[in-house]
C-alpha cells in the first residue's frame, strides 16, 4: 500500500517519556496545595471586610462603585479563583523546569526587540501591581524562599531550575493570582483593587506557608541541616578587594583542607561558592541600586544603637536587621557586593549557632544577639576576623559566652553582678563602637580583669566547700573504723548496759579521734584496739578456766587506769568519766561474784555458760588478752581503709542502699561508668530535678568517699553523687554535658562542616 504524503503514521513513533515527581515533591505539592487554600481562605474572608471599609471611606462616587463592584465579583469568583491559582501552581509542580510562570520586567539584555509592541495602558498598570507584589514577596521572604529553592533543586539534580521556575516562588503563586484576576467581569479600577488587596492581605501571610513548605521537605529528609542558604543572597553584585581570591583550589577545582578554626576569609567564601552553576553576576540587576562598602558601614552604625531598644530577651536575626538598612529611599532593595555578601552571610551563620547553642540561658543569647551588627562591621572592615584567633572582639566573645555558661537568672530583686557587667560591655560597644577596634580591647580587658576578681571569690568559696566535704569523709571514714571494731568485739557478748553507753559514747569518740589523728595503720591505733578487747573481756570472760581470776585481778587495774588516760586525752568530761569507771568497777564486781559460784571448770557442768552468759549463744575461744601488740589475725579482721582505685566507696549507707546502688551499678553500661570516671574537676553539667534545670559544676571528687560534688556558680552545693548514681543519671537523660569549649571556634568549626556536607552532592 502506498502512503499517501498527507497521511502520517504514528506507528513506529515512541511515546512521549513523562517525567515523575520524586516522592519528596509530590508530597511538598499536595501539602502545600492545601496550605494555600487555607491561605486563600483566609484572604477572602478579609477581603470582603477590607473592601466594605475601603467604600465606606471612599472620596468619590466612582472609587466606592470600584469597590462594591470588586466585593461583588469576588464573592461570585471566589471558588473559581481558588480553583485556578491551585490548579496553575500543581502545573508547575507537574511540569517543573519547563513551565514558565507569567513575565514580570525583565532587563533589557533579555528581551527580544522583535517582539516589541506598545502595551495597553490598562495592562501595564496590572503588570506593574503584580510586579510589586512578586518583589514585596521575594523582599521579605528572602530566606525561607531561598532555603525552599535549594531543596527543590536538590530533588531534581537533572534539570536547570531557574528561581523563578521554583512551583512555589513569587512569580509563581502571583501569576497565578494575575491569571485568576483576568478572568474577573470588572473593570480596571475594580481590578487594580483586587490586586492591590492580594499585595495587602496575602504578603502578609506567606511567610508561615514558606515555613510549613520547608518543614515538609525537612521531614521528608531533604537537607534538614541546612539553616541558611548557600552561596547566595538576593541582589547583591561583584565586589573582591584587590589581590583577594576565591580560595585555594587543586586541579580539581576542590579547596584545599583547611584548619577548622583558622579558616581564612577566601577559603570560607570558597566554601560558600562551591558547586555554584555560574558565578555572581557582574553587576547590580537592572532597575536596582547598588550599595559599597562604605555606604553599608554607614547605615550599620546607624541601625546599631536600636539593637539597644529591644524588648527584654528578644533576639531579632541578622537578616531582618538588613532588610530595612537595604532598602533605598524608595523602597527598592539595594545589592550589596559578592565580598561583602560572603561576610554578612558568615557572621549570620555564626550567630545562628550561638543563638541556638544549648550551653546558653536565653537571657545570654539575647545580650550576645545584640552584637550583631557591631561583629558585621569588624568582619566587613578586617577580613582576617575569621582566621584570626586572638582577634579581640572573637576572644570578647568567647569570654562573654564562657563567663555565662553557668548563670542562671535571679529573682526579681536580687542583684546580679555578672548579667549587669555584660549589659554594660554590650551597651558601651552599641553606643561606642564605630570602627575603633581598640574599643573591643578595652572591654576585654575590663571584663577579664571582673572574671578573674570573680574567679578568685568562687575559688575561696570551692575551696572552704572541698576542705570540708574531706573533713566529712574523714570523719565518716573514722565513725566506720570505730563502728565496725566496737561490733566485731562486742558481737555475741553479754556486755553490762552502763558499759555497753561508755563503749558506745565516750569510748567511740576516742576510738575516732585517734583514726583521724593517727590512721589505723599507726600504733596507737593497735593499742586503742588492744585496750577495747580487754575492756570487753574484762566484762564477759569468755572461756572460764582456773587462772581467769587471777588474770582479771593482775589485768583491771592496768584497764581503768589506761581507760581514764584515754579519755583524758579526748577531754572528756572528768564527771563523766569518774561515774563511768565506777560503773565498769561494779561490773567488774559482778563478774567476780559470778565466777565465785561458778564451777572451776566450764567442762564439768551446763550450769557455767547460764552464770557468765545468760544469752545461749555460741561460744568462741578467747585468750586472756595481754597489753602487747595483737596479732596479725585480729589486725586483719578491721576493715581495710586503704584508699580504692576507683571511686566506688558507699561509706555512709545503710546496708539497703549498698545492695540497691549494687544492683543500680550493675544495671548501667559499662561506657556510662567510663564517662563518669573521666568527669573532671570544673566540668559543667546540666541535671533535671523536678521538671527543673539546673546548671551545676563538678567542684570536687572526694576519693575517701567516691562523692562527686556539683556546686552553681557561686560556689553552693546543689549536688553530690556516687559514680554509679552518677552514670544512671547520666544514661537516663537526667544529666546533660555543657561543652564549655570557645564558642566562636566551635560555630566556625559548625559551619564549616555544614558547608562541606552541603556541598558534597
Not at 527584654?312 to 532593595?333: C, F, M, R, T, Y
Not at 580504692?644 to 544495671?667: F, G, L, R
Request: hydrophobic share 40%; aromatic share 6%; proline share 5%.
Amino acid at each position: 500500500m502506498v502512503h499517501d504524503n498527507k497521511v502520517v503514521s504514528f506507528s513506529g513513533r515512541k511515546p512521549l517519556a513523562r517525567f515523575s515527581l520524586p516522592a519528596a515533591l509530590v508530597r511538598l505539592r499536595d501539602a502545600s496545595g492545601q496550605s494555600l487554600k487555607s491561605v486563600l481562605a483566609s484572604f477572602f474572608d478579609r477581603a470582603d471586610d477590607a473592601l466594605f471599609e475601603l467604600a465606606d471611606r471612599a472620596g468619590s462616587n466612582l472609587d466606592q462603585t470600584a469597590y462594591f463592584d470588586a466585593m461583588r465579583e469576588l464573592r461570585l469568583r471566589r471558588k473559581a479563583m481558588v480553583v485556578s491559582i491551585l490548579q496553575y501552581v500543581s502545573q508547575s509542580f507537574n511540569e517543573i523546569g519547563k513551565f514558565q510562570p507569567q513575565q514580570g520586567a525583565r532587563p533589557l539584555d533579555e528581551v527580544d526587540e522583535d517582539s516589541l509592541s506598545l502595551v495597553d495602558h490598562s495592562q501595564l498598570e496590572q503588570q506593574v501591581a503584580v510586579d510589586n507584589l512578586i518583589s514585596k514577596l521575594r523582599n521579605r521572604y528572602t530566606e525561607q524562599i531561598r532555603l525552599l529553592t535549594v531543596r527543590v533543586g536538590h530533588l531534581v539534580p537533572g534539570i536547570e531550575l531557574k528561581d523563578a521556575q521554583m512551583p512555589l516562588s513569587p512569580e509563581i503563586i502571583c501569576g497565578g493570582v494575575a491569571e485568576a484576576c483576568a478572568d474577573l467581569d470588572i473593570d480596571i479600577r475594580a481590578k487594580l483593587v483586587v490586586l492591590k488587596l492580594f499585595d495587602r492581605l496575602l504578603a502578609d501571610t506567606l511567610g508561615d506557608f514558606y515555613k510549613e513548605a520547608n518543614r515538609t521537605l525537612i521531614n521528608e529528609g531533604v537537607m534538614p541541616d541546612m539553616r541558611r542558604p548557600p552561596g547566595k543572597v538576593p541582589a547583591r553584585s561583584s565586589q573582591r578587594t584587590p589581590g583577594e581570591s576565591s580560595g585555594p583550589t587543586g586541579a580539581s577545582g576542590e579547596s584545599q583542607p583547611m584548619s577548622q578554626s583558622h579558616a581564612t576569609f577566601s577559603e570560607l567564601s570558597a566554601l560558600l561558592h562551591r558547586g555554584d552553576s555560574a558565578p555572581a553576576s557582574g553587576g547590580a540587576p537592572a532597575g536596582e541600586g547598588y550599595i559599597d562598602t562604605d555606604r553599608l558601614m554607614a547605615r550599620l552604625t546607624e541601625a546599631q544603637a536600636s539593637s539597644g531598644k529591644w524588648g527584654d530577651g528578644a533576639v531579632v536575626p541578622l537578616n531582618e536587621q538588613l532588610q530595612p538598612i537595604l532598602l533605598s529611599g524608595d523602597g527598592k532593595s539595594l545589592n550589596v557586593g559578592q565580598v561583602d555578601s560572603d561576610v554578612i552571610n558568615l557572621v549570620s551563620m555564626l550567630f545562628d549557632f550561638i543563638l541556638e547553642d544549648r550551653q546558653l540561658h536565653p537571657v545570654m543569647k539575647a545580650l550576645i544577639g545584640r552584637l550583631q551588627i557591631p561583629v558585621l562591621k569588624v568582619a566587613l572592615s578586617d577580613k582576617n576576623f575569621f582566621n584570626r584567633g586572638g582577634h579581640p572582639v572573637r576572644k570578647l566573645l568567647n569570654e562573654l559566652a564562657l563567663s555565662a555558661i553557668g548563670w542562671t537568672e535571679k529573682k526579681a530583686g536580687q542583684k546580679d553582678p555578672l548579667r549587669e557587667k555584660i549589659e554594660s560591655v554590650v551597651d558601651r560597644v552599641l553606643s561606642e563602637f564605630t570602627t575603633n577596634v581598640s574599643l573591643f580591647e578595652e572591654l576585654l580587658k575590663d571584663f577579664s580583669h571582673f572574671m578573674d576578681l570573680d574567679r578568685r571569690r568562687r575559688e575561696l568559696v570551692e575551696q572552704r566547700l572541698r576542705d570540708a566535704e574531706e573533713g566529712r569523709a574523714r570523719q565518716e571514714r573514722a565513725s566506720q573504723a570505730a563502728e565496725g571494731l566496737l561490733q566485731e568485739l562486742t558481737e555475741q557478748r553479754d556486755i553490762p548496759e552502763p558499759v555497753a553507753g561508755l563503749l558506745n559514747e565516750p569510748w567511740t569518740k576516742y576510738l575516732q579521734w585517734v583514726v583521724l589523728r593517727e590512721g589505723e595503720e599507726s600504733d596507737r591505733w593497735q593499742h586503742a584496739r588492744n585496750l577495747t578487747e580487754q575492756l570487753v573481756w574484762s566484762v564477759d570472760p569468755r572461756p572460764v578456766n582456773d587462772s581467769t581470776r587471777g588474770e582479771l585481778l593482775r589485768a583491771i587495774p592496768a584497764i581503768v587506769d589506761d581507760l581514764r588516760k584515754a579519755l583524758q586525752e579526748i577531754s572528756w568530761d572528768p564527771f563523766a568519766t569518774d561515774a563511768a569507771i565506777r560503773d565498769l568497777e561494779l561490773a567488774h564486781v559482778d563478774v567476780f561474784q559470778r565466777l565465785v559460784i561458778a564451777p572451776s571448770r566450764p567442762e564439768s557442768s551446763a550450769e557455767t555458760k547460764d552464770l557468765l552468759a545468760p544469752e545461749s549463744v555460741p561460744e568462741q575461744p578467747m585468750e586472756a588478752p595481754v597489753a602487747t601488740p595483737v596479732a596479725d589475725d585480729a589486725v586483719r579482721a578491721t576493715p581495710a581503709l586503704a584508699e580504692p582505685e576507683e571511686p566506688a566507696a558507699e561509706v555512709n549507707e545503710t546496708p539497703a542502699q549498698a545492695i540497691a546502688d549494687t544492683e543500680a551499678a550493675a544495671s548501667v553500661s559499662p561506657q556510662w561508668l567510663e564517662k563518669a570516671e573521666s568527669l573532671r574537676v570544673g566540668s559543667w553539667i546540666e541535671l533535671t530535678r523536678d521538671e527543673t534545670k539546673v546548671r551545676c559544676k563538678l567542684a570536687a571528687y572526694i576519693k575517701a568517699t567516691g562523692k562527686y560534688i556539683f556546686v552553681n556558680r557561686s560556689g553552693a552545693k546543689v549536688a553530690e553523687y556516687l559514680r554509679q548514681e552518677l552514670a544512671a543519671d547520666m544514661e537516663a537523660g537526667k544529666i546533660g554535658m555543657l561543652d564549655d569549649g570557645l564558642i566562636f571556634d566551635r560555630a566556625l568549626e559548625s559551619i564549616i562542616d555544614n558547608l562541606r556536607s552541603s556541598r558534597k552532592d
